[in-house]
């Protein structure tokens, strides 16, 4: 991991530097490219909502490229872009004060404008960088995002533990600030389905929280992660969307599915990961 987070753009206003470049996925701006269109889907659908992983782009790229796929046919000018955030115990929703956010294939402009209306919505809410500047859940969906929608702005939200107050206050908030914007926003979860465990219990997580997701069931993903039925790290950011108004009238369609899966034993330790798209 880089030892720097913070970096300057172009026009001398701040940026959060990439901390998984060359970890996770290529710094370099023409093997990144090279990367992003070997994941390209042929797919050009208009999904309202995408829920993508968040692992290197050697285990999950096509998988990620799928997901996005699933929304490329849309015209789109802010990605609202909610993950879990990983490394504190921090509990409540993250908001980013950087005005930028560097990917090898350019930079991407936070809206900052939209985060400050999140800001208002519930004391749940925090503009705080440090989260963001050691977080990679958000970071590694980044160059996907410039490809599929290169003059789109993010929201960028991490979500600091799975409190049902705060999952509740993210839902109500989203549909308050961009009710009026759905037509020209995606929404994106960055999750994997499951935690790294053995084989069997690995799927068995994977398969509960896909039949949550396909049945809508916002509040009963987050019973199933208090309870440990289920161990996604972003379960709390997928029931922030599936608990959202803005998504009635969708349906949850998984399209791709993988594994960290190398050596095919049901011994061995695996995480698995999906695409999902909200149509």
């Known amino acids: 991991m880089r030892a720097y987070t913070y970096g300057m753009n172009a026009t001398g206003t701040r940026k959060r530097a990439s901390i998984m470049a060359d970890i996770f996925y290529p710094e370099d701006a023409s093997a990144a490219t090279a990367a992003l269109e070997s994941y390209d889907s042929e797919e050009q659908g208009a999904a309202v909502a995408i829920i993508a992983p968040h692992a290197g782009w050697d285990i ?36 980013s004060d950087s005005e930028w956010f560097e990917t090898p294939i350019g930079d991407i402009a936070v809206d900052l404008a939209l985060c400050e209306e999140l800001a208002t919505c519930g004391t749940s809410f925090v503009s705080n960088d440090i989260p963001h500047l050691e977080e990679h859940s958000i970071e590694i969906l980044l160059p996907f995002i410039k490809r599929a929608f290169p003059e789109a702005a993010i929201v960028p939200i ?20 961009f009710g009026p914007l759905v037509d020209e926003t995606l929404f994106i979860a960055s999750t994997n389905l499951s935690a790294h465990m053995k084989t069997a219990e690995a799927n068995h997580h994977a398969d509960e929280f896909l039949r949550l997701i396909r049945n809508m069931d916002g509040e009963g993903t987050l019973a199933a992660l208090s309870a440990g039925k289920i161990s996604a790290c972003g379960a709390a950011a997928c029931a922030a969307l599936l608990g959202c108004r803005l998504l009635s009238g969708t349906n949850a369609r998984v399209v791709s599915e993988s594994s960290s899966d190398r050596k095919g034993g049901a011994s061995e330790k695996l995480v698995r990961y999906a695409a999902v798209a909200f149509e």
Do not use: M, Q
């Not at 999950?60 to 802010?78: D, I, L, N, P, Q």
């Not at 872009?81 to 908001?95: D, K, T």
């Open 60 to 95: 999950s790229g096509r998988v990620t490229g799928s997901a996005f796929g699933a929304a490329s046919g849309r015209k789109v000018s802010t990605v609202v872009v909610i993950g879990p955030l990983h490394a504190s115990r921090e509990e409540g929703l993250f908001l």
């Open 158 to 177: 991490l979500i600091g533990g799975s409190r049902p107050s705060a999952v509740k206050a993210l839902s109500r908030s989203l549909d308050l600030v």
